[in-house]
């Protein structure tokens, strides 16, 4: 999705005269854990049923499309229609989390995180914010993701 609307941005930006050269393009993961604990509950719920929401409402369907997770999108509409959350849930965590959000459990979030942090690399961001707290939540130091960066294009907000 970050591929599509940079494209958007760049393409806005040409109509008028300009580029985006001049313009930090910055995203920031958002960090799912699977619900093992009440507050990992709570937030799960509230991306849950946001994500949803947005697979459900029909004025979401460009969205979906341009993101190429249209068939997948509507995969979960049908299963929150048919008032099958549990299903709408699964649907939403393999087939679209992947691309949104830094998921799973202790031991798949770094490679979700990984996968997460690439896509954008690809799309054209030029800085990540990362939370502080990144080693204990992803189980990734900064060094690493800096290691990970180096001679590329990219920021870290601390450099």
Same mark, same amino acid.
């Given at each position: 999705?970050?591929?599509?609307? @940079?494209?958007?941005?760049? $393409?806005?930006? =040409?109509?008028?005269?300009?580029?985006?050269? *001049?313009?930090? %393009?910055? /995203?920031?993961?958002?960090?799912?854990?699977?619900?093992?604990?009440?507050?990992?509950?709570?937030?799960?719920?509230?991306?849950?049923?946001?994500?949803?929401?947005?697979?459900?409402?029909?004025?979401?369907?460009?969205?979906?499309?341009?993101?190429?997770?249209?068939?997948?999108? @509507?995969?979960?509409?049908? $299963?929150?229609? =048919?008032?099958?959350?549990?299903?709408?849930? *699964?649907?939403? %965590?393999? /087939?679209?989390?992947?691309?949104?959000?830094?998921?799973?459990?202790?031991?798949?979030?770094?490679?979700?995180?990984?996968?997460?942090?690439?896509?954008?690399?690809?799309?054209?961001?030029?800085?990540?914010?990362?939370?502080?707290?990144?080693?204990?939540?992803?189980?990734?130091? @900064?060094?690493?993701?800096? $290691?990970?960066? =180096?001679?590329?294009?990219?920021?870290?907000?601390?450099?």
């Amino acid at each position: 999705m970050s591929r599509w609307c @940079l494209e958007q941005v760049r $393409a806005g930006a =040409a109509r008028v005269g300009r580029t985006l050269n *001049r313009f930090e %393009v910055i /995203t920031q993961p958002s960090i799912l854990f699977e619900p093992t604990t009440p507050e990992r509950q709570r937030r799960w719920d509230g991306a849950m049923t946001f994500y949803i929401n947005h697979c459900v409402y029909p004025e979401f369907d460009r969205l979906w499309e341009v993101s190429g997770l249209r068939e997948e999108a @509507l995969a979960v509409r049908a $299963a929150a229609e =048919a008032g099958d959350r549990a299903r709408a849930e *699964r649907l939403m %965590v393999e /087939t679209i989390y992947p691309h949104l959000v830094v998921s799973g459990g202790q031991r798949d979030t770094a490679a979700s995180f990984w996968q997460w942090l690439d896509g954008h690399l690809e799309a054209g961001v030029t800085m990540i914010g990362l939370p502080l707290e990144i080693a204990e939540t992803v189980g990734i130091s @900064l060094d690493e993701v800096k $290691a990970h960066v =180096a001679n590329r294009p990219i920021r870290l907000p601390a450099e």
